[in-house]
């Protein structure tokens, strides 16, 4: 057998990424995302690919291009796959791919992006929402970028919540509910109002409509508000179904059409901090919602990070049974999400997929209890697996889009657990291949963002390659993370650096303490919130040699007035700053600046708009008139979620740098 190579820091452009998933009715195909780095363009695309079940054969379902086809969608017989693509001036528009042969032709136009849709079961219309673009978008768009820069260029801001992460600034525009044929033509608005709505869905009969919306008297103030509502797919007046205040998201039918089943929680306005997200079930007809696997205390959706899964934190609407008897969805866990099934004559949960994995994504084949997974553990970011819920037996693995790991000498992390404060913390530890007990070796504990998420069975791409540079890398999911309950994930709120820090100081005690560790040599880095604990550490203790904070909180009293989520987590950051000021700074490690003598390195986005580019201005302009050893690497055009979706080139440097500002002190 060959020997192994060490993993490279180019190896994180040659992965490729599947994200959501497609299973024929029949269960014979799955038609499933790839996502791909093009080095070349400096770009990430992805194509839609096919998979057969029976003989593990996997064939380009459209050909890869500039551009991103995302979302398959089965219709009922089977004869022809929906889905969204940028293929044309970069908009991304509704298509139809005939499985007998031809080209996917369009269905809707370019003057808008298509953001959702479903197919009627019998397959003749298609539900879509749609957001109209603006006539400078139109312009830019056309590549007349000359004729934009002869007008006054301005945003006329009125809203509370006028901007996101990734997304940039709301052109102005709602998002509402659309129907059309499946052979094109002329679409009719289902939904209308001062309002954007989501996920639409037909119900089994394909009569009604149902969507995700806030109607509430000021959605931006009550944001964490949300209803199922029903439309008739003819057109006419909405009936909201969820008729008790909270959060829904990622709905679904039941077979009979008499239920309806989402992720969410009943809460009053502003109180979404209190509860995770469960299943709950609602009458079709309309009612109040009862949750559905209390016996769970997890939210029950993917919350496990990596830097290379393709779903985190989108809600994966409960499955059904083929009898409707039972309902299937995810948990995540003590470092695992898992799919569960709750019978509905039950009193228990059982999980029906579990261990060490992270399930991603998951799709019921319509006539058959045959599931499609995305499955990825520590050491894979993701295959397609296949489960017969008829069959005591362990799903089968279906792909295998990253074969060249084989060829690759991969660090599996070893479990421990350490008591903090009367809790027991799960914790890991990446050791450099080829570890030997008698060697010292520098180390790196490493601190995940959120704080509502959890490290676990989730592949990073940069510990394995910090573990192949020959070091030692720790983390945990310390107190505020998600996957141990709700006590312990809410009882940071409004109270930043406390019980979490010392949840990781814990975890920095036992490293130091390791007889394989250098204590000389121990430098820590975490992204966002993570970030935010890393600012933390070094302004309340000197041990670390070094240390790199990524997009991260620096001042609480700014976040609150500049991120995109400022007035979301006001509660979190203790704030409003008029009524919380002393709390909010309190909880700022901007008020810690002058103990902090640790070599810094700040990495952070210019396009952040969650943790805003002037938190690390803020850091860095007071380090550096302090005169402490410290530098800033600010990235050209990326968000926050540079790390995961950052453009190929941008996402390299990102690591040369991290690496480098260690070797530089720690080597």
């Known amino acids: 057998m060959a020997k192994k190579r060490l993993m490279k820091l180019e190896d994180l452009l040659a992965f490729k990424l599947i994200g959501r998933i497609a299973i ?161 033509g002329k679409p009719k608005q289902l939904s209308r109002g001062d309002y954007d709505d989501s996920e639409p869905r037909f119900s089994p009969d394909g009569r009604r409509v149902s969507y995700v919306s806030n109607r509430t008297d000021d959605p931006d103030r009550m944001f964490d508000q949300a209803d199922v509502y029903v439309v008739p797919a003819t057109g006419g007046p909405a009936r909201r179904v969820t008729q008790a205040p909270g959060s829904c998201e990622g709905h679904s039918w039941s077979p009979d059409g008499k239920t309806i089943a989402f992720v969410g929680s009943v809460h009053k306005p502003g109180d979404w901090w209190k509860h995770d997200a469960h299943v709950h079930l609602v009458p079709s007809a309309g009612g109040k919602p009862r949750e559905l696997a209390r016996d769970v205390d997890a939210d029950h959706l993917n919350v496990t990070i990596g830097d290379l899964a393709g779903s985190m934190f989108e809600a994966l609407p409960p499955i059904f049974s083929r009898d409707g008897r039972t309902v299937y969805f995810l948990a995540s866990r003590r470092g695992a999400t898992e799919l569960c099934a709750r019978s509905l004559s039950a009193r228990r949960t059982r999980v029906a997929v579990g261990g060490k994995v992270n399930v991603y994504a998951a799709q019921r084949a319509a006539n058959a209890d045959v599931f499609a997974l995305a499955i990825g553990t520590a050491t894979n970011p993701g295959d397609i697996y296949i489960f017969d819920a008829a069959q005591d037996a362990p799903p089968r693995r279906l792909t295998n889009v990253n074969k060249w790991l084989e060829r690759v000498e991969l660090v599996e992390p070893e479990e421990f657990e350490l008591s903090s404060g009367g809790v027991k913390l799960q914790c890991w530890v990446l050791k450099p291949p080829g570890f030997r007990a008698n060697r010292k070796y520098p180390a790196i504990v490493e601190i995940h963002g959120g704080p509502q998420a959890q490290y676990g069975y989730s592949m990073f791409h940069e510990m394995q390659w910090l573990a192949a540079r020959g070091y030692v890398v720790a983390y945990t999911n310390p107190r505020g993370s998600a996957g141990y309950g709700n006590a312990f994930r809410k009882c940071i709120v409004g109270d930043w650096g406390n019980l979490d820090y010392k949840d990781v100081r814990k975890l920095g005690d036992w490293v130091f303490s390791r007889r394989w560790v250098d204590k000389t040599r121990v430098g820590v880095t975490g992204g966002s919130y993570g970030g935010f604990m890393t600012n933390w550490i070094i302004g309340h203790e000197s041990r670390y040699r070094a240390a790199v904070t990524q997009r991260s909180v620096v001042n609480m009293e700014t976040m609150f007035g500049s991120s995109d989520f400022g007035h979301v987590i006001v509660s979190e950051i203790g704030g409003p700053p008029w009524k919380g000021r002393d709390k909010m700074l309190r909880q700022s490690p901007i008020k810690y600046v002058e103990k902090m003598r640790t070599p810094l390195l700040i990495i952070h986005s210019e396009q952040d708009l969650r943790c805003p580019i002037n938190e690390a201005e803020q850091l860095f302009v007071s380090l550096k008139y302090l005169g402490r050893e410290v530098e800033y690497v600010a990235f050209e055009g990326e968000s926050h979620g540079l790390s995961r979706g950052g453009r190929p080139q941008n996402r390299l440097e990102r690591l040369r740098r991290i690496c480098g500002w260690f070797d530089r002190y720690m080597k």
């Open 24 to 184: 024929s009715p029949d269960g014979t195909r799955v038609a499933f995302e790839l996502k791909r780095a093009d080095a070349a363009e400096n770009k990430n695309f992805t194509q839609l690919m096919l998979a057969d079940t029976r003989s593990g054969e996997v064939r380009p379902l459209t050909e890869a291009g500039e551009h991103n086809d995302l979302r398959p969608k089965w219709s009922r017989n089977g004869k022809f796959i929906a889905f969204l693509s940028t293929r044309e001036k970069k908009t991304s528009a509704l298509y139809v791919l005939p499985l007998d042969g031809g080209e996917p032709h369009r269905i809707t136009d370019l003057d808008g992006d298509v953001h959702d849709f479903d197919i009627s079961p019998d397959g003749r219309r298609i539900v879509y929402t749609y957001q109209p673009i603006t006539e400078r978008q139109k312009l830019e768009r056309d590549g007349k970028s000359e004729d934009v820069q002869k007008q006054a260029t301005y945003k006329h801001i009125t809203r509370l919540t006028h901007k996101l992460d990734g997304a940039g600034f709301w052109n102005g525009h709602r998002t509402h509910v659309w129907i059309v044929s499946v052979a094109g």
